[in-house]
T-cell receptor
Framework: SQKIEQNSEALNIQEGKTATLTCNYT??????LQWYRQDPGRGPVFLLL???NEKEKRKERLKVTFDTTLKQSLFHITASQPADSATYLC??????????????WGLGTSLAVNP | ETGVTQTPRHLVMGMTNKKSLKCEQH?????MYWYKQSAKKPLELMFV???????ENNSVPSRFSPECPNSSHLFLHLHTLQPEDSALYLC???????????????FGEGSWLTVV
């Protein structure tokens, strides 16, 4: 079955640097991949979606790439700020889960941006 | 403010109690969801409703009982829960069923449930 692996270790970076988070999947290519941000004690908030036929998506300081050969998505935050500190989740749309109803979630990577 | 409101934010209940979690979405969406989030585990989809009809029930124990009286409201009725059911319960909505379309899912702030 499809599995997602995100950096299990927390990522600590200095303010102003680029944060890069990884989402690897193990099986078939998903129809799309989403990234969400979750702050402690709160629900996830949608950030970006990238579809299987897209290589890259950008939104302000955020950039997502999707490499179906490597079975990997990278999530970049440029010019990082302490306010970017949160847990970032990736989720895959699973085309094989009956009527395409399954969204597979990763455990998330905790990012801390130090001032 | 995501447009999805959950109450209560925190709930402590005994194993013999009956309680309910409430969710309301103000986004005009047609699909609503219950998710469970536990430490060290990915988000677990529990129930999916589309236009008030349950379309997914992912092998959730019967001590959890959902109710969707209309497209804006979703309840999760809880009875005879176990301590291992303690978790963050997240309600969410999307314009249409999200999983096949990639539609954005809008989450509420969650209800922290502790079963003692």
């Amino acid at each position: 079955s499809q599995k997602i692996e995100q950096n299990s270790e927390a990522l600590n970076i200095q303010e102003g640097k680029t944060a890069t988070l990884t989402c690897n999947y193990t099986n078939y290519s998903p129809a799309y991949l989403q990234w969400y941000r979750q702050d402690p004690g709160r629900g996830p908030v949608f950030l970006l979606l990238i579809r299987e036929n897209e290589k890259e998506k950008r939104k302000e300081r955020l950039k997502v790439t999707f490499d179906t050969t490597l079975k990997q998505s990278l999530f970049h935050i440029t010019a990082s700020q302490p306010a970017d500190s949160a847990t970032y989740l990736c989720a895959l749309g699973d085309p094989n889960a009956g009527n395409n109803r399954k969204l597979i979630w990763g455990l998330g990577t905790s990012l801390a941006v130090n001032p | 403010e995501t447009g999805v409101t959950q109450t209560p934010r925190h709930l402590v209940m005994g194993m013999t109690n009956k309680k309910s979690l409430k969710c309301e979405q103000h986004l005009g969406h047609n699909a609503m969801y219950w998710y469970k989030q536990s430490a060290k585990k990915p988000l677990e989809l529990m129930f999916v409703y589309s236009l008030e009809e349950r379309v997914e029930n992912n092998s959730v124990p019967s001590r959890f009982s959902p109710e969707c009286p209309n497209s804006s409201h979703l309840f999760l009725h809880l009875h005879t829960l176990q301590p291992e059911d303690s978790a963050l319960y997240l309600c969410a909505s999307s314009q249409v069923l999200a999983h096949s379309t990639g539609n954005t899912i809008y989450f509420g702030e969650g209800s922290w449930l502790t079963v003692v």
